[in-house]
């Protein structure tokens, strides 16, 4: 499992310095901040990214959750105990899968139909998201203390 573990932290790391980028103000994966909000917000006629606190907050929550595996797995010290560390990585799991699943309802397509958002979205971003769920998952699940 700590092959799992450092695969979800690293990927989630990365998505993390992501989030970092965008909140200092880069632009990629758009050439402006207008086509750069269009591929990774998506929503109905954005045209802006979101304000630096907002890439901030979710990067705080992605840099934690990208502990989480690592803790699970025991790779450092931690003051929580293994069956909370596998309930809160179960909520996380949770967190990500829904996301997941919601980037293929039609109510998200409607709320985000942007271009090139809404393909990368079926293509890369939600199925990410149900991958980085499923192992959160599986972590938690085989982790949990008897």
């Known amino acids: 499992m700590i092959v799992l573990a450092l695969a979800l932290s690293l ?85 990500f899968l829904a996301r997941g699943i919601a980037g293929f309802a039609p109510w998200w397509r409607r709320l985000a139909p942007e271009q090139p958002f809404a393909r990368l979205d079926v293509r890369y971003y939600s199925p990410l998201c149900l991958l980085i769920g499923a192992g959160f998952a599986i972590l938690a699940i085989t982790e949990f203390p008897a």
């Open 11 to 95: 990927v989630l790391l990365l998505i993390t310095a992501l989030h970092v980028y965008w909140g200092i103000g880069g632009i990629w994966p758009g050439r402006d901040a207008a086509s750069c909000a269009r591929a990774v917000v998506g929503f109905r006629g954005v045209d802006e990214m979101p304000a630096p606190f907002a890439s901030f907050a979710v990067a705080a929550c992605l840099g934690l959750a990208t502990l989480w595996p690592m803790a699970l797995e025991g790779v450092f010290a931690t003051p929580f105990p293994k069956a909370g560390l596998a309930a809160t990585a179960l909520l996380i799991a949770l967190v």
